[in-house]
């Protein structure tokens, strides 16, 4: 089946840290891919995407790219903030539905 | 420009009362909608989806039922809460299919006392 398998958190950095979080996925077709953040108390807001193979998304400094010979999306930023602590949680789609990993938490220590 | 409304934003019931959460979309049409849970330390669990009026999916057996009963609108209820419907709801809709992430609503804390 469909699966997305996204590294267990909490991660905890210090602010200006390099950052990654990994995410493979599993899929009998060929999904779009995404990110999404979710700040404490907040709903999910969508941070980034790549449709196809080789594309890279990114937003607010963040950044993934489509591997297809690996399955991977994992998220990178070259130095983290204090404000970018929140729940990261890596997805893919296929037709209706999105398919969400258990989600990383992520602490930034000023 | 398309938003979600979702309510209410903080709700606590007593085990065995019923539930209705409602959520909203404006600015689209057909939309499909979603509800998902967020268990704490848990990650999101689909519960339901609908492609149209009517049309409810469900996607794990539960103590909770979906309806749509217009467009863009899309209802939660229990008619019995458990202790266990405790948690983080949270309602989305997405057009079409493939490229298209869902948009969330700023979801409803559910506690079951």
């Known amino acids: 089946g469909n699966s997305v398998t996204q590294m267990e958190g909490p991660v905890t950095l210090s602010e200006e840290a390099f950052l990654t979080i990994n995410c493979t996925y599993t899929?009998?077709?060929?999904?779009?891919l995404f990110w999404y953040v979710q700040y404490p108390g907040e709903g999910l807001q969508l941070l980034l995407k790549?449709?196809?193979?080789?594309d890279k998304g990114s937003n607010k400094g963040f950044e993934a790219t489509y591997r297809k010979e690996t399955t991977s999306f994992h998220l990178e930023k070259g130095s983290v903030q204090v404000s970018d602590s929140a729940v990261y949680f890596c997805?893919?789609?296929?037709?209706?539905?999105?398919?969400f990993g258990k989600g990383t938490r992520l602490h930034i220590l000023p | 420009s398309q938003t979600i409304h979702q309510w209410p934003a903080t709700l606590v019931q007593p085990v065995g009362s019923p539930l209705s959460l409602e959520c909203t979309v404006e600015?689209?049409?057909?939309?499909?909608l979603y509800w998902y849970r967020q268990a704490a330390g848990r990650g999101l669990q689909l519960l339901f989806y609908s492609v149209g009026i009517g049309q409810i999916s469900s996607e794990v057996p539960q103590n909770l039922s979906a309806s749509r009963p217009q467009d863009r609108q899309f209802i939660l209820s229990s008619k019995k809460l458990l202790l266990s419907d405790s948690g983080f709801y949270l309602c989305a809709w997405s057009v079409g299919q493939g490229n298209y992430g869902y948009t969330f609503g700023s979801g409803t804390r559910l506690t079951v006392v």
């Open positions: 997805a893919l789609r296929l037709d209706d539905k999105i398919i």
């Open positions: 899929a009998t077709g060929y999904p779009s």
């Open positions: 600015g689209t049409s057909n939309p499909n």
């Open positions: 790549a449709t196809k193979a080789d």
